[in-house]
């Protein structure tokens, strides 16, 4: 297994820890954006405030584990993010949204931020944003999986998606194996997200990415010192090669500039109305080197 490491990033006040994109891997099937954020417990204020922002060529998931995060949006969308529900964004061509701490909040916030590369065939669709209040659950032996998007052991989580795709959160009790199946057509990857679990004999660290390559038909997998509960995504290898900078996904320099100048503007992103204070300024683009996040495929 290729182990990555999280490197701590400041994001608007709040330190998240970055998975991917990282330099010895970009992506895992579509997945080519991971922060981690919390677990954090506060009495007062409110941790998450992203002011809003544009995205393009992609797809924003939010799943918390604990609190809440209020999505708001440029179609004049307003949801919740709560532990098992998933908000998903589907940019297409643009859209702005923001993220914050509801002003009435449990004081505790962890969870995930993920992006998902959209192909080139629906990169500029329309925009849209799907809440999903539940998500299915399955037993996978003694384990438990709550599937946010994609199929596993043949239950099927009903979510936009337009390349072969997989995000769950798995539960495994304390020294029991689960075999938990794979596609063989897929990468995988396992973030262990409280406590340290095994897979396949090996320890796997809290908050690291531990990369499974394609062809495999399962992994095993069991709790440590407690239940512990692991991020699975999977998917197809991504392979039309996409730049990265700021909140863009695109295919050249040229995509990404027009991008920051249309939201400098106030074009193309529309206006995230249910937000209360300023939005956010695109960083100056000149001399910036965009990421390319699969420069190998
Ligand atoms: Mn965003």
Redesign the pocket.
């Known amino acids: 297994m290729q182990v990555l490491a999280p490197r701590a990033t400041d994001l608007g006040g709040l330190e998240v820890r970055r998975l991917l994109p990282q330099r010895p891997r970009r992506m895992v099937g579509a997945w080519c954006f991971l922060d981690l954020f919390g677990p954090a417990r506060f009495s007062e204020g409110r941790p998450m405030d992203?002011a809003p922002?544009p995205?393009c060529g992609l797809q924003?998931v939010t799943w918390l584990l604990q609190g809440e995060a209020v999505h708001k949006d440029s179609l004049d969308s307003e949801a919740v993010a709560r532990p098992g529900a998933l908000n998903l964004?589907t940019s297409g061509s643009g859209i702005a949204?923001s993220?914050e701490t509801p002003v009435r909040n449990s004081g505790r916030l962890h969870g995930v931020?993920l992006w998902v590369a959209l192909p080139d065939a629906h990169r500029n669709d329309p925009p849209a944003f799907d809440h999903h209040a539940e998500r299915p659950l399955v037993e996978i032996g003694p384990a438990q999986a709550m599937v946010m998007l994609g199929e596993l052991a043949g239950v099927s989580a009903q979510a936009r998606t337009f390349t072969p795709l997989l995000g769950a959160e798995l539960r495994l009790p304390a020294g029991v194996d689960a075999e938990v199946p794979l596609r063989r057509d897929f990468e995988h990857a396992l973030v262990p997200l409280d406590l340290p679990c095994d897979g396949d004999g090996e320890r796997l660290t809290v908050d690291h990415l531990h990369y499974l390559e394609p062809g495999r038909d399962q992994v095993v997998l069991r709790g440590g010192s407690g239940t512990s509960r692991v991020l699975l995504l999977g998917g197809a290898p991504f392979d039309e090669p996409i730049l990265m900078w700021w909140?863009f996904v695109a295919r050249t320099r040229e995509e990404i500039e027009a991008a920051r100048e249309d939201w400098q503007e106030g074009r193309r992103f529309g206006q995230v109305r249910r937000y209360a204070g300023a939005r956010l300024d695109a960083p100056e683009f000149a001399g910036a080197r965009p990421v390319a996040a699969n420069p190998m495929s």
Do not use: F
């Open positions: 992203v922002h995205h924003t964004m949204h993220e931020q909140n």
